[in-house]
């Protein structure tokens, strides 16, 4: 039997996919699962595929993501999306550049997402919040290089809540920032600092 706060989520989801406010972004809305969760993973944008596969980090950054989970703590994939909550600062697929890379979200289509990550937070009242790259990171820290948010943790407060901030680099192939040092060890640190949190610690 879904609890209150799980169904709830599920209804803003259902208003989520439903959205079309940016004619540039290629729909649909992606969402993971409607999981009532302490810890909420907030990424970029999908990608190409997971419009496809209908759900977010579905491809090769996924990849990456989750193994970091694994390796830190013996998380899985299907563990993780079972329970921790995951958003992004935009839901459909950006589309590509004339150079072939994935566009960056306009400030008006990071602002027209806005409330639904908002009304999940408000929702879930998380007490860890994991960023995914620097676009996410940025919605919440003031822009700064990785080598000074990565490997740190942050107090946060929006929405009228207060929560822990975890940052991530992105698990994205086409940076090498996590495989290099000094990224390699202050991701091994930010990883610590998650599997050592108490609302992580809660889900395991």
């Given at each position: ?38 810890v909420l993973l907030v990424g970029q944008a999908p990608g190409v595929k997971e419009p496809q596969l209908q759900r ?34 935009c839901r459909c697929f950006p589309g590509k550049t004339k150079q072939g890379g994935d566009r960056v979200p306009a ?90 949190h108490e609302a992580f610690r809660s889900l395991v």
């Open positions: 039997m879904p609890s209150g706060r799980e169904t709830a989520l599920a209804l803003l989801q259902e208003r989520l996919r439903a959205c079309r406010r940016c004619p540039r972004m290629q729909p649909p809305p992606i969402c993971g699962e409607p999981v009532p969760s302490p977010p980090f579905a491809w090769t950054a996924g990849r990456t993501l989750f193994s970091w989970f694994e390796e830190a703590c013996g998380m899985d994939e299907s563990t993780f999306r079972a329970r921790i909550y995951m958003a992004a600062v400030p008006d289509e990071i602002g027209n997402c806005a409330d639904w990550l908002e009304g999940e937070a408000k929702l879930l009242r998380p007490r860890l919040i994991l960023p995914i790259g620097k676009l996410a990171i940025n919605q919440f820290l003031p822009p700064a290089p990785l080598t000074a948010t990565i490997g740190q943790q942050f107090q946060g407060e929006r929405w009228g809540l207060n929560f822990h901030l975890i940052p991530l680099p992105h698990p994205s192939g086409a940076s090498p920032w996590p495989r290099i040092e000094p990224g390699k060890r202050l991701l091994a640190e930010a990883m610590r600092l998650i599997v050592g």
